[in-house]
């Protein structure tokens, strides 16, 4: 045992892990060698196998196994993220009887940890115990009712669960909480210029998130008057970054939620609100982009999508989104270059790209052209 504790507390887990499985093999029962094992298993973040040999040495002596963890500096964290995170893993997997197994035992390490309980309240909602999970909401809500980032994450495991009129309360709460965050740093940085404009924030935030620092230190100095630039004001930056980031998320999965319940245009406003705060942000402008599509309005979906495809080279529904756009708006030639050039050499066989550029040919009045995609296209189909 001494040597097992000695490799474990010189950090050398693969020697104490097969020390630690040596010991079992050889029928050694003794609590801390399992404790230990799980230590090691953690530290390769081997979830599942160190929640099973923590499980094991709390079937020999739970009250010492705890004892023993008590006493080890940070020891409770340590074991703690164990059964979170093979509970999130089995809840990731449908498993949810294995994942709401595990998520109890998080209790006996940190009774009052966010994260397990609202964890703990999606398994629960998914195993059909409706009760018992808002039961648990509303435990961790009584406890910070007003905290932006619990609303968030109880609506966030709700939105994953699929109960998409359950999980909007607290989307709606968590983005009524975390606006005055926003306003407040966005007063301290523009040092509370009645003037500054949401077109001239949006493009502070762009800048910011795009690392065009040289061109936002210009922008305070001519357009703000902070003489001081950038520099002077990088950690407010920071701050506003973060704010903008938490309600541009805020914003994206309230649109999401309109989205699932077919909303169109709730899901729109939400989703271009997000883009107000987090220009880049890809999801938003995908679906946004795909609403508007539905909508008719391929001239605002089109510069949305060359924004996408200029962040994600590699969104082949971008690129096919776009296509359609420029194909809607008569610029046929750039439909066909992304077909052709984007999209075919990535899959040959996408009957959706050969039967459009069927379509595009024969409006250029190319029927040879036209009579080959489409002859692929039939060839292809049912694939």
């Given at each position: 045992?001494?040597?097992?504790?000695?490799?474990?507390?010189?950090?050398?887990?693969?020697?104490?892990?097969?020390?630690?499985?040596?010991?079992?093999?050889?029928?050694?029962?003794?609590?801390?060698?399992?404790?230990?094992?799980?230590?090691?298993?953690?530290?390769?973040?081997?979830?599942?196998?160190?929640?099973?040999?923590?499980?094991?040495?709390?079937?020999?002596?739970?009250?010492?196994?705890?004892?023993?963890i008590r006493k080890?500096?940070?020891?409770?964290?340590?074991?703690?993220?164990?059964?979170?995170?093979?509970?999130?893993?089995?809840?990731?997997?449908?498993?949810?009887?294995?994942?709401?197994?595990?998520?109890?035992?998080?209790?006996?390490?940190?009774?009052?940890?966010?994260?397990?309980?609202?964890?703990?309240?999606?398994?629960?909602?998914?195993?059909?115990?409706?009760?018992?999970?808002?039961?648990e909401y509303l435990?961790?809500?009584?406890?910070?009712?007003?905290?932006?980032?619990?609303?968030?994450?109880?609506?966030?495991?709700?939105?994953?669960?699929?109960?998409?009129?359950?999980?909007?309360?607290?989307?709606?709460?968590?983005?009524?909480?975390?606006?005055?965050?926003?306003?407040?740093?966005?007063?301290?940085?523009?040092?509370?210029?009645?003037?500054?404009?949401?077109?001239?924030?949006?493009?502070?935030?762009?800048?910011?998130?795009?690392?065009?620092?040289?061109?936002?230190?210009?922008?305070?100095?001519?357009?703000?008057?902070?003489?001081?630039?950038?520099?002077?004001?990088?950690?407010?930056?920071?701050?506003?970054?973060?704010?903008?980031?938490?309600?541009?998320?805020?914003?994206?999965?309230?649109?999401?939620?309109?989205?699932?319940?077919?909303?169109?245009?709730?899901a729109l406003q939400?989703?271009?609100?997000?883009?107000?705060?987090?220009?880049?942000?890809?999801?938003?402008?995908?679906?946004?982009?795909?609403?508007?599509?539905?909508?008719?309005?391929?001239?605002?979906?089109?510069?949305?999508?060359?924004?996408?495809?200029?962040?994600?080279?590699?969104?082949?529904?971008?690129?096919?989104?776009?296509?359609?756009?420029?194909?809607?708006?008569?610029?046929?030639?750039?439909?066909?270059?992304?077909?052709?050039?984007?999209?075919?050499?990535?899959?040959?066989?996408?009957?959706?790209?050969?039967?459009?550029?069927?379509?595009?040919?024969?409006?250029?009045?190319?029927?040879?052209?036209?009579?080959?995609?489409?002859?692929?296209?039939?060839?292809?189909?049912?694939?």
């Amino acid at each position: 045992m001494l040597q097992k504790i000695a490799f474990f507390n010189e950090q050398d887990y693969k020697r104490a892990k097969k020390a630690c499985l040596e010991g079992i093999k050889k029928g050694d029962t003794h609590f801390e060698l399992y404790a230990i094992l799980s230590a090691c298993e953690i530290s390769y973040s081997n979830w599942h196998a160190a929640v099973k040999a923590l499980k094991g040495a709390f079937s020999k002596d739970s009250l010492h196994t705890l004892d023993w963890i008590r006493k080890r500096g940070g020891g409770e964290k340590y074991y703690h993220q164990a059964f979170y995170f093979s509970a999130l893993d089995y809840f990731k997997k449908h498993k949810y009887e294995e994942a709401l197994n595990d998520i109890k035992y998080t209790a006996y390490f940190d009774y009052c940890d966010k994260n397990s309980s609202i964890l703990k309240g999606a398994i629960l909602f998914k195993l059909g115990r409706i009760e018992e999970a808002n039961r648990e909401y509303l435990d961790i809500l009584s406890r910070d009712p007003k905290n932006p980032d619990i609303n968030f994450l109880i609506g966030k495991s709700l939105f994953e669960a699929g109960a998409f009129d359950s999980c909007l309360k607290y989307f709606i709460n968590a983005m009524k909480y975390y606006r005055p965050k926003y306003k407040r740093t966005l007063q301290v940085l523009f040092q509370n210029k009645i003037d500054v404009d949401d077109k001239l924030t949006r493009k502070v935030l762009r800048l910011w998130f795009n690392k065009q620092l040289q061109e936002l230190d210009e922008l305070f100095k001519k357009e703000l008057k902070l003489t001081d630039g950038l520099a002077a004001h990088n950690e407010v930056m920071l701050g506003l970054s973060r704010a903008a980031t938490d309600l541009a998320h805020t914003y994206y999965y309230i649109g999401m939620v309109y989205y699932n319940l077919k909303e169109d245009s709730a899901a729109l406003q939400n989703l271009e609100n997000c883009l107000r705060f987090k220009p880049d942000d890809i999801d938003a402008l995908f679906f946004a982009s795909e609403i508007l599509i539905k909508f008719k309005e391929y001239q605002k979906a089109r510069e949305y999508l060359e924004e996408l495809t200029k962040i994600n080279p590699d969104d082949q529904d971008a690129w096919f989104y776009l296509a359609v756009c420029y194909t809607q708006l008569g610029f046929y030639k750039r439909a066909i270059e992304i077909y052709e050039n984007r999209m075919l050499p990535v899959d040959p066989n996408r009957v959706e790209v050969l039967t459009n550029l069927a379509y595009l040919y024969a409006q250029l009045g190319n029927d040879a052209k036209s009579n080959e995609y489409l002859q692929r296209a039939k060839e292809n189909e049912g694939r």
